[in-house]
């Protein structure tokens, strides 16, 4: 901090240079001397309230949750049950299905909205009007989950906008109710998930693609790279920092996967589409099954936590190798 | 220097209004309304305007004014219910079920015996006293009669006169309504598993008219789902399925009742309530919107109707609980009942009050007259936790209409366990 003042001649010297700061007298510099100024603890006091509130908000919750799922709990009254919510989890056909769906989900948003940002990116890249055509798909992204879910939901019932297309191009086979049967159900809730998600990996991948050096590509169309062989062994390769927050959230965002199903399907018919998050949410907050769902909030947690950390273990050192390099 | 001083003074200022205000909503939970008026928490945004409307009547006749309170979040507002009723942070009253609902929340102890205010009003002819069950929980009453809505089936009377259909009086005067609509090219009956709950409403119908003893039982807990007489209601339900009456499963009661103002849908099972979802479609009672109560299956079964009414109910500690206590006092009283259910635009649990929409008037006038068996609906009946499972059940069956035999064997299970579970609360 003083270093920034000092003359070049006095630089071989700091401590000369910190006798003079003029404000602090040696009593004073004596008693910060024990956490000196910018050591280790001297951010405590200021770091505190931050701690403060993830505790309550973030970590108190979550033990609270684990110890809640050892109980079962209607709301009222609770009973010490120990591993018997986690056991009732394995029999319970609808826990299975529920974490099927959840599968499903991850597998799909994987799939659809990442590939479907990266490819529409790099068209969209150097093409004429591309930044309108990414405007027109970046748009959906504004609009919240629940109202995407209303508006899909007057396109997928079996009288919706869908089936009256299929049918008035004479595709009446192709007709179904989406929303009533499984797994169709679940698929067509990716497709509107994708629909509204692949905006925001547009943006971030059209990011990406500006932030690769134009040297690299010009070296790149020396050596006679173009087309396919370019995107794969050129754009590809410089977007991997981006693809791992892109691929990362997906994760996150599928694993979670809420507001569009409840206002589609509330998990249903007869809880078939329902994901862990709904699941938990039903059990907890319907039903009244407080340990209950608390033991599938933890599997989520854990399921989560897990394969973000692992997928970020995975990515991240090779990122940072590539950011420095770039 | 002062200009530097100013923003920081203003944002101590908005931090300690912020606090202030914090403070004072935490407070103001706490205090409750301030004196001469009461709090009443509900779940309908629909139901804020009769609400105010009966606040209002009450301020005249009982010095004292009911204030609706909505959330309107079913999940949101029972968390709030259900955590806060041993706290004195919770609502004073609370529009709440009735039925199993009821009983729930009355094991509790969380909410007050209101047994001699329902005496009280059955004294002056304010109340049918055949609702008295569905707010009873160990022969003490909690809860007062809100809304009186009838399950009816409606329909369109333009179209029925078009193709020489009149509302049916039998059974199979209702199957022969649906073969003739269906041949001239109209849906006969709203069907649904939309939105979850409604997917018991067939099996509710078609039960209470084949038996309606058996429905009362098989609610209460004395009769098993896999006995023959459920099955042969499933049955029945299936044998409609077979002859393509319904309408797709996943079309919602909005618009089904926007179908049946139009005349591609030829009947739709709801409660009264639907009349103003009908009227916002462009429906208007008499002309185009008609609603007969469905005929007994069984003639000699005891004639019988479907009923669904909220509770009033008032909580032990409740700020204002004096006051709270006091308004149910007031609650069936003729000139607050009139205000909230001319509002409302649905039945009225006080006989004396006539519904404000005729068709509903002319419902209740055949129910008091034919003096229907009034049986609470599905929802209400049994407990909360295995009728939201078995309505999912329900929702299978109407997609798989071949299920029913296992449909029925599942929701016995489920009604073994939950029972049980219900019996061995009761005795703790």
Not at chain 2, 147 to 168: C, E, G, S, T
Not at chain 2, 229 to 252: G, N, Q, V, Y
Request: proline fraction near 6%; charge should be positive; include cysteine.
């Amino acid at each position: 901090m003083t270093g920034t003042a000092t003359p070049a001649h006095g630089a071989a010297k700091p401590t000369h240079v910190r006798r003079r700061v003029p404000v602090r007298t040696p009593h004073q510099a004596a008693k910060t001397g024990g956490g000196r100024l910018g050591g280790p603890l001297a951010a405590l006091p200021w770091a505190l309230p931050a701690f403060a509130f993830v505790g309550v908000l973030l970590v108190y919750p979550f033990f609270r949750s684990v110890y809640g799922s050892f109980f079962e709990d209607n709301g009222f009254t609770s009973s010490f049950t120990g591993f018997d919510n986690y056991t009732r989890l394995a029999d319970d056909p609808i826990f299975g299905r529920s974490l099927l769906n959840t599968l499903m989900w991850v597998a799909g948003t994987l799939l659809l909205p990442v590939l479907a940002g990266l490819l529409i990116a790099v068209a969209t890249h150097r093409m004429r009007c591309g930044r309108i055509a990414q405007l027109v798909i970046v748009l959906p992204f504004a609009i919240s989950g629940a109202a995407t879910a209303v508006l899909w939901n007057f396109m997928l019932t079996s009288e919706g906008a869908v089936n009256q297309v299929l049918r008035g191009v004479g595709l009446d086979g192709l007709a179904q109710p989406w929303l009533l049967e499984w797994p169709q159900n679940t698929l067509s809730m990716i497709v509107a998930s994708t629909w509204q998600a692949t905006g925001l990996n547009v943006v971030l991948f059209a990011i990406g693609l500006r932030a690769i050096p134009r040297e690299t590509v010009e070296a790149a169309e020396l050596d006679g790279a173009s087309g396919w062989r370019m995107f794969r062994y050129i754009t590809l390769p410089q977007l991997r920092a981006v693809s791992v927050v892109v691929v990362g959230m997906a994760i996150v965002n599928s694993l979670k996967a809420f507001d569009m199903i409840w206002i589609l399907t509330k998990g249903g018919p007869s809880r078939s589409s329902e994901t862990l998050a709904l699941s938990m949410y039903r059990e907890t907050f319907r039903l009244f099954h407080v340990g209950y769902g608390s033991a599938i909030a933890l599997v989520l947690s854990v399921i989560v936590v897990a394969s973000s950390w692992t997928y970020l273990r995975r990515q991240m050192p090779d990122t940072s190798t590539t950011a420095v390099q770039s | 220097m002062s200009g530097s001083r100013h923003p920081s003074m203003d944002r101590r200022t908005l931090l300690v209004a912020a606090a202030a205000g914090a403070l004072a909503t935490a407070c103001g939970t706490a205090a409750g309304q301030p004196p001469g008026k009461v709090a009443v928490l509900g779940d309908s945004l629909p139901w804020e305007k009769p609400m105010a409307a009966a606040g209002a009547a009450m301020k005249r006749v009982a010095s004292l004014q009911l204030v609706p309170e909505v959330n309107p979040s079913l999940e949101s507002f029972e968390q709030i219910v259900r955590s806060s009723l041993r706290t004195n942070k919770t609502p004073d009253m609370l529009k709440y079920w009735s039925g199993y609902r009821l009983q729930d929340l009355a094991r509790t102890g969380g909410i007050e015996d209101l047994t001699h205010q329902w005496d009280d009003a059955v004294a002056k002819g304010w109340v049918d006293p055949s609702l008295r069950g569905a707010f009873t929980y160990h022969r003490r009453v909690y809860g007062l009669p809100m809304n009186l809505a009838y399950w009816v089936m409606f329909y369109n009377p333009q179209v029925f006169r078009a193709h020489d259909i009149k509302p049916p009086g039998t059974w199979d005067g209702f199957l022969t309504a649906c073969a003739r609509l269906k041949k001239a090219g109209i849906t006969p009956l709203h069907g649904t598993a939309a939105d979850r709950w409604p997917s018991f409403i067939w099996f509710q119908e078609v039960l209470s008219r084949q038996d309606p003893r058996f429905y009362q039982d098989l609610m209460n807990g004395r009769e098993r789902y896999t006995d023959p007489r459920a099955e042969r209601a499933l049955r029945t339900i299936a044998s409609f399925f077979d002859k393509d009456w319904f309408t797709p499963m996943d079309l919602s009661h909005t618009d089904a009742a926007a179908a049946l103002v139009r005349g591609t849908v030829g009947m739709v099972a709801c409660g009264t309530w639907l009349g103003s979802t009908l009227a916002g479609a462009g429906g208007k009672p008499g002309e185009n919107v008609g609603a007969f109560v469905l005929p007994m299956a069984d003639p000699k079964a005891r004639p019988s109707v479907i009923f669904e009414s909220s509770a009033l109910v008032a909580t032990v500690k409740g700020a204002d609980h004096d006051e709270a206590v006091e308004a149910t006092g007031a609650w069936l009283h003729p000139a607050v009942m009139r205000a909230f259910s001319g509002a409302l635009q649905d039945g009225c649990p006080n006989p004396k009050v006539k519904a404000a929409n005729p068709v509903i008037a002319g419902l209740a006038k055949k129910v008091r007259g034919d003096k229907l068996w009034l049986l609470n609906r599905f929802w209400e009946q049994g407990p909360p936790e295995l009728v939201e499972a078995t309505v999912d059940d329900l929702a299978g069956f109407l997609l798989n209409p071949s299920s029913y035999r296992s449909t029925l064997r599942t929701m016995q299970g489920r009604a073994d366990e939950a029972w049980k579970v219900w019996r061995e609360a009761e005795q703790s």
